[in-house]
């Protein structure tokens, strides 16, 4: 097997120098394939209730910047340690304490991937009903979420081919559904439409940015094969703002014309050549981002469960969403959705940030992250300044997300300071001075 797989690696050690050999455009590639999921036009769409769709599109564009923002240097801590992120998160909250971070991680993940798989599920099934004249919903769920978890656990190189060529291809696709999603209308007249609901500028940019942060807890699974920080860091943001802003685009252009944010089964009565491709974007986009998504899933439980290798709990994760997909409703309220992320995720990662470029001053010895009776260890595994400092940003985003700036940035502004006073206040037990990175051994 290719040593430039990241779905080869079934543990959570470090990745030494001399194996972090994935180049600018092998990384690109891995950042573009987490942000072609179909559920994006859902998302974007949804923000669409309310603003018109110039106020959608930029809140969209200025969200997804500071989203990947954050992203991107998260993914840089991945690549200076070699590890996952959420190994990456163990300075900041205790070797023991990141143990909560990644169970949330794991079940949030896993909820995702249940997502993708009903929501390939139910078009394909509506395609398939006005394309052949017969489907099933189940049946199509099924069978996408075994192809996921089959290539996952056994086809890693035909993940890795996908990852490098099909992604563009379905890039190319979505083109198309650009197309049917302006209806008869020019963009002109659509920008000053909107749909009817609540969503207000501030809502709809902490959906967006929440919506991009969604995708943080997965960067550093693989940004740890990056070969440097500044291709790791461009690879990330270049791969995910574009990719993630034209989908999440489609979804609110139409919602506005066509008054579905779903521009794919309109597709179906553009003819048999419109309905083929969207047959196609579906399966493709969903398995590209899936495959992602579950083998990261795995990776968290892995830090849950450190006996369980990561192939073994992609196969039991990918069973449990196959049943959740198939069995219960998940397409419910989106904006509520990320709420409920953006409490756990904008103070997580505002803490993550904060310990490593502020107080570790960019630099994390990659054995400590694994040692169990090092500095790391806290109390009792635990490091209480993160997670006070998660707990008052987590608060502060509940309090304030209906206000006229929106929660996100005062979360990030509060959770960040509140781990710096505390920091401060704890400087004997918590400060560490950062170790040469020429020490290190590989």
Partial sequence: MSDKNIYTKDSLEYIPKEKQNFSFLNMLAIFMGMQVPISYFLVGGSISAG?????????????FIVGFIIFSLVGVIGQQAGVTTMVASRPAFGIMGAILPALITFISLAGWDSVHIQLAGVML?????????WGN??????????????LVVFGPNVLKVMEQYLVPAVLLLVIMALYIAFGDHSLSELLHKAGKGPITPAIG????LISSLTWVPMVADY??????????????????VPVGFLMNAIGQISAVSLGNP??????????????????IVIIFATVATAALILYSSAISAVSVFPNASVKKMSAIIGVICIGLAIGVNLLGDVIGWLNFQGYLLIPLFSVILIDYFLVHKSYYEPRELFNKKGKFMFYKGFNLVGYVSWVAGA???????????????LSMLVSGL????????????????????????S
């Fill in 205 to 208: 940019f902490d959906a967006m």
């Fill in 262 to 279: 779903n521009p794919l089964m309109a597709m179906l009565h553009h003819g048999s050549v419109f309905s083929v491709v969207s047959f």
């Fill in 418 to 441: 509140c781990y710096v006073l505390l920091q401060k206040i704890n400087v004997a037990k918590t400060t560490s001075f950062p170790v040469s990175e020429e020490k290190v051994e």
């Fill in 137 to 150: 919903q189940h049946v199509y769920s099924l069978i996408v979420g075994i192809i996921i978890v089959v």
């Fill in 223 to 240: 940004s740890r094969f990056g070969k440097t920080r500044k291709t790791t860091f461009w690879a990330a943001l270049i791969g995910s």
């Fill in 395 to 409: 608060i502060t985003f509940f309090s304030a997300k209906n206000s006229a700036i929106g929660g996100a940035f």
């Fill in 125 to 133: 099934n509506d395609t398939s009903k006005e394309f052949l004249g």
């Fill in 51 to 63: 603003l018109t769709l110039s106020q959608a599109l930029t809140v969209t564009i200025l969200a």
